[in-house]
Nanobody, 121 residues
């Protein structure tokens, strides 16, 4: 079970931090990722972090602005979003995949319910 939080509304250039809490006791065995879906668009990869936190990956659209992290002692993953743009507006989902990370949504085992991020100019 994944529970996301931290969404909201912000102006262009602002920051938000999303969090994802897992109730799964083997959280440290799962790679974590964030995906997003804007109205009328398909769900797209945003960022991922491996089970041990050693490797991260980002979509080109967010690289250098977003930072994914995790705390295996707290069973949480976070997405720090800086320099937000209107095109970042979407419903953001955290997801968990056993062991290896991926940018493919269909490969993830568990999904959070989504949290809305709105960036206005």
């Amino acid at each position: 079970h994944l529970e996301g939080s931290g969404g909201g509304s912000v102006q262009v250039g602002g920051s938000l931090r999303l969090s994802c809490a897992a109730s799964e006791p083997t959280f440290s065995s799962y790679s974590m990722a964030w995906f997003r879906q804007a109205p009328g668009s398909e769900r797209e990869f945003v960022a991922s972090i491996t089970w041990n936190g050693e490797t991260t990956d980002y979509a080109d659209a967010v690289r250098g602005r977003f930072t994914i992290s995790r705390d295996n002692t707290e069973n949480t993953a976070s997405l720090q979003m800086d320099s937000l743009k209107p095109e970042d507006t979407a419903l953001y989902y955290c997801a968990a995949k056993y062991f290896r990370a991926s940018y493919i949504a269909g490969e993830y085992d568990y999904w959070g319910p989504g949290t809305q991020v709105t960036v206005s100019s």
